[in-house]
C-alpha cells in the first residue's frame, strides 16, 4: 500500500503518544501491538502511516524536528519510544489566532513566526507535503484556530481528523462543503480507546439492554496534562461539556438527570487522567441499581490508538471515493459524530468498513 501521508495540527501530549504508535509499528509491521483495534483498515496497516509534518505556535517546538519538539516543556506524556523515519518532519508555524487564549498563554510562548503566518501557509504546506490527512488536535475551545485548520485542508484537498470538541462534522454548512468538494471530514471529539466515555456509555447500554429504566448519572475527570490545564477554564470547556452531553444521548440517556466533563486540573497527575462515574437505575419490582467506578489511564496513548484508526478510515474512505462525514464508519471514533450510535452498533460498523 502507498503512504498514509499525515501532518498534525498540534505537537502536544497526544501528537507525542501518537507518533510513538506509529514508529513502534514502522519498526516492526507484522507485530499484533496492544490496544490496536484492527491490524488494518481498508488495507492500511498502522506502519503504512507516515507522518510529514506538524503545526505548533509554541516557541519551544517550530522549526524544530518532531522528535526535538516532542522534548519541549509542556509535553509531559510518557516516553515509551523513539521515533524513526519520522523524527526529522518539520514543525511549522501556524496562526496563533485563539490557541493560547485562557490558561494556556501563561505556560505557552508563541514563536515569532507564528505571529505572522496564516491559513493560506498552511494551505501550501499540506500540499507541499502532500498530505493526506490532517489531525488536529488543538486545544479545546480554540475555534478560530480549529476551524483556520479545517478551511486549510478544505483548500488543499486534505481529508481532517477532528479530535477536539468543536464542532467541525456537526456543522451542517461544513459538512456539505467537504461533501461538496470530495473531501473526507471525521469528527468530533476524539473518544479515547478505552476511556471515561466509552466506559460510561457501555456500562449504560448494559442496563438498558436488560430493560432498567435510568434514574440519574454523572462522570466527573480530573486530570495534570496542558488540555485539563486548559479545560479548568469554563470559557474553554463548554463544548467538551455539550460534546460529552451528545454521547451520552447517543447512548440512550434521554430526560434523565446526567452530566459529564472535566472536573478539575491536579498538576501533579501530569498524563494520568482519573474518572469516577456514577450511574442509578430501577430495575425488576422498583429496586434499585447503582453503579461507581473509577477509571485510571495515561490519557494521551489512550488518545493515539484511536487517531491510529481514525487517520487509516480517512485515506480508505478517500480511496473508496466518499466523501463528507462518513457517518456509521465514524461514530466508534468520536464522542460527538453527526450521527451518534450506541456502543456496539457503532463497533459493528467501523469493523466492517475496516474489512
Known sequence: MKPVRVALAGAGNCAWSFSQFVALAQADPDTRLPGLMCHTVGG???SDVSIVAAFDVDAAKVGLPLAEAFTAPAI?????????????APVLAAPVLDGLAGPLGGVVEPAA???????EDVSKALAEYDVDVLVIVLPTGASQAIRMFAH?????GVAVVNATPEELARDVDLRRRFADAGVVLL????????????LH??????LLSRG?????????NVGGNTDFLNLADAGRSASKFASKANALRAAGVTDVDGVAGPTGFIGHLADTKVCFAHIKATSVLGSEVEIDVKLTVEDSPNAAGVIANAVRLGKAATDRGLSGTVDDAAAILFKSPPNGLPESEARAAFLDFAS
Open 44 to 46: 492500511y496497516r498502522l
Open 76 to 88: 509531559c506524556a510518557t516516553d515509551f519510544a523513539a521515533l524513526g523515519a519520522d523524527r526529522n
Open 113 to 119: 513566526a507564528a505571529r505572522d503566518a496564516t491559513q
Open 152 to 156: 486549510a485542508a478544505l483548500a488543499a
Open 187 to 198: 469528527g468530533d471529539d476524539l473518544r479515547s480507546h478505552v476511556g471515561a466515555t466509552s
Open 201 to 206: 456509555t457501555t456500562l449504560i447500554e448494559l
Open 212 to 220: 432498567l429504566v435510568l434514574s440519574s448519572t454523572y462522570q466527573l
